[in-house]
């Protein structure tokens, strides 16, 4: 992580009085790093433009604003997701005023985001979250562009999940792929879910469905501080991964 105060602190001490100014001047900037809660140049630019930077809790809906306006024009479903966001999250008035601001601001595209996913990249269900909740703005107005799987690609890698991470996130969510457990599961979407093949040794699908089932059980999220959606969201994939391995078991003839 770089901090810009201490380093041009300890440029300017070294260039003025060598070793020893260049220790006083890292320490001066350390302050000043601390002072503005500064971890990034990016986090320098916004103070000296002026644009305040943000909180934990806007950085989402500026993420969804930049989606919703990344085809061009922001339609009646994607205010109507945005809406529905702040509804899961429970969010006091004055919470989904921030939204909102951030929202609007996110419509806008000038905020350097990479500092701010690289931080969240370290709050596994936090970032899982998050992209989840891009991918239902994506298909809010029922379609995804090229554009909107770009960005949310890119801000994947931010938060250190592979491509592949990231576009299995978005099958959950796509109209007319994703998979319905209740009694219409098909073989094809069970291997999907659980990502192996038709021709996996049963260890190995064993092996997929115990990890799966460990990343996404709710008991789990829930003792990590996720929010109310996060857990409600990790019950239903539980249950889909459940009716996936069985139909896998069942097709395949093994315990």
């Not at 001490?13 to 100014?21: E, H, K, Q, T, V």
């Not at 922001?74 to 966001?85: K, S, T």
């Not at 601001?105 to 969240?120: H, I, P, T």
């Not at 239902?136 to 931010?158: F, N, P, T, Y």
Request: positive net charge; glycine residues 10%; charged residues 25%.
């Amino acid at each position: 992580m770089l901090w810009p105060g201490t380093l041009i602190g300890a440029g300017a001490g070294l260039a003025i009085a060598s070793i020893p100014g260049a220790m006083l001047g890292a320490l001066l900037g350390q302050a000043l790093d601390r002072r503005l809660h500064l971890q990034s140049w990016g986090h320098l630019r916004e103070k000296l433009g002026g644009r305040p930077m943000l909180r934990n809790d806007e950085l989402l809906f500026v993420l969804l604003g930049r989606l919703a306006k990344s085809d061009g024009r922001v339609v009646d479903g994607h205010i109507q997701q945005a809406r529905q966001e702040m509804r899961s999250l429970d969010m006091t008035e004055s919470a989904q005023r921030r939204a909102i601001a951030a929202f609007n601001r996110g419509k806008s595209g000038n905020d350097r985001l990479r500092g701010y996913l690289r931080r969240l990249s370290a709050q596994p269900h936090a970032a899982e979250g998050v992209l989840r909740a891009c991918w239902r703005m994506v298909w809010a107005d029922g379609r995804a562009g090229s554009r909107e799987r770009e960005l949310i690609a890119q801000w994947g890698k931010w938060l250190g999940w592979t491509t592949h991470q990231v576009q299995a996130l978005a099958a959950d969510y796509e109209q007319h792929k994703r998979p319905q457990v209740s009694g219409t599961l098909t073989y094809q979407d069970a291997l999907r879910l659980l990502g192996v093949s038709a021709t996996s040794e049963p260890a190995q699908i064993k092996r997929a469905y115990r990890r799966l089932l460990s990343r996404h059980h709710p008991d789990k999220i829930a003792g990590s501080g996720a929010t109310a959606l996060q857990v409600r969201e990790a019950t239903d994939k539980t249950r889909e991964l459940h009716s996936a391995y069985t139909l896998i078991r069942q097709r395949r003839d093994f315990r």
